[in-house]
Each structure stands twice: as structure tokens, then as C-alpha cells.
């Protein structure tokens, strides 16, 4: 556990541009996409068909919530095949500010009941473009629980995904949230 305002960043990544989304229903999940806004003006170029954008309007929020959004969307899906959980997606929000503060809207909506959350952090590089995009996952650890609890442990077809260890398979993540919840 840390403390999201001691994560120390270049210069050049403490202005972030992001895109919020959650997903409720069986489970609650807030999602935070962050990156540099340089490439988040480059994403939204390439998407509006232009050269080069010098600020990102209305039109290049959009364009770039539309990418948060496809993607959000099939996490959702997997999470639904995987554990059976119906999530319903909110509409995406588009923020540009410091990243402490973007993490900490969504961390403040997924604290109760308990004063805590567990906050993943999945980095996706673009492989010629050297561009970050850091999924930022957060839930409750009471979520998180449900979800380990309900993971389908295997495979009943060929077309479903491979199971990965989780739950009782998996004692550091039980531990760690045994360590949240304050349980021995």
C-alpha cells in the first residue's frame, strides 16, 4: 500500500489527460486510463484525420473517450465470461490535471464500506511510438473478494479462455487482501 501523492513523475508526466469510467452491478469497478497529454494529442489527431493537434478540443476528448470506451467495454465482457458477474458501463468522463488527483476521484467512490482500496495499474506501450497507457483499476477489497470468489476455475469449451490462478489459488492477492480487510 502507498500513498498515491508519493508516486514521484517527471515533469513532463504530471499533467495527464484521462478517461473514468466505472462498472456496476454484481461488482463495482472504477477504471482510469492515463496518459501523457502528448500522446493523448497524437491519439486524437490520428483518430479526427489531422496532422497535429495543439490542444485537445471537444471533438479530440471525444475521440479519445471513444478508445477508453472500446476498450473498457471488452474488459467488462471478459470479467462477465469469467465470472458470470453482470457490470453495466457508465459513460466515459474525460479530465486533464495531476494524476494524484484523477486516482484519488476514483478511489474516493469505491472506499465504503471499508476505508480502503486495492488499485492495479496495468501498463500498455505502444511498440513504435514508445507511447504509456496505464489502465488504472480500483475497487473495494470486498469487490475484489467477490470477484476471486466467483472466478470459473476451468475452461468448459474451446472457446473459452484459459482459467489463471486467482482466489485460493492465488495467497499473496488473499493475503494482501486479508491485510486490507484487517482479517487474520
Known sequence: MASIKSIKLAPDEIKMCAVRLNGKGDTHIEILYTIKEK??????????????????????????????????????????????????????????????????????????????????????????SGAKLHMIIIQNPDDARKLLANHKSGATSAQEAPAYPVGGENSELDALLGDILGEK
Open 39 to 128: 500522446h493523448a494529442k497524437k491519439i486524437a489527431a490520428k483518430l479526427m484525420c489531422v496532422s497535429e493537434l495543439c490542444q485537445i478540443d471537444e471533438m479530440g476528448a471525444s475521440a479519445i473517450q471513444e478508445v477508453a470506451n472500446i476498450m473498457t467495454g471488452s474488459f467488462f465482457n471478459a470479467l462477465s465470461h469469467g465470472t458470470g458477474f453482470r457490470v453495466d458501463l457508465s459513460t466515459p468522463d474525460y479530465k486533464n490535471d495531476e494524476l494524484h488527483l484523477l486516482v484519488d476521484l476514483s478511489v474516493k467512490d469505491v472506499i465504503n464500506p471499508v476505508d480502503a482500496a486495492v488499485v492495479a495499474d496495468v501498463e500498455l506501450v505502444g511498440e513504435s
